[in-house]
């Protein structure tokens, strides 16, 4: 599922009862950032796998926020190497 901006999909959240698997947010989302996104996801979710991505320094970013950083531009093979990383069981 995808979403247009922060807020919806925020609300998509919700209205799947915080039951997502993975989460893939922008930093710079319109309307809610990523990063807020991130925080009121695991709120929900806290089993919820979630990768950052920006063309910024992840420094910005408070630890535990997101499992991965995606650092822009990346490949195709860069996206699919974290999404595996990240969804691989601990």
């Known amino acids: 599922m995808q979403a247009a901006d922060g807020e919806k999909g925020l ?3 919700k209205q799947l009862g915080g039951e997502i698997d993975f989460l893939l947010t ?3 989302s319109p309307k809610m950032n990523g990063l807020a996104l991130a925080v009121s996801t695991r709120m929900l979710c806290p089993a919820c796998r979630i990768i950052i991505m ?3 320094a992840a420094g910005q970013l ?3 926020a997101a ?3 995606l650092a822009k531009p ?3 093979a ?3 190497q ?3 990383s990240c969804l691989k069981p601990e």
């Open 26 to 28: 922008d930093l710079e």
């Open 11 to 13: 609300e998509l959240i």
């Open 82 to 84: 974290t999404v595996t």
């Open 74 to 76: 990346f490949s195709a």
């Open 78 to 80: 860069k996206l699919c």
């Open 62 to 64: 408070p630890q535990g």
């Open 54 to 56: 920006s063309g910024h």
């Open 67 to 69: 499992d991965a950083f």
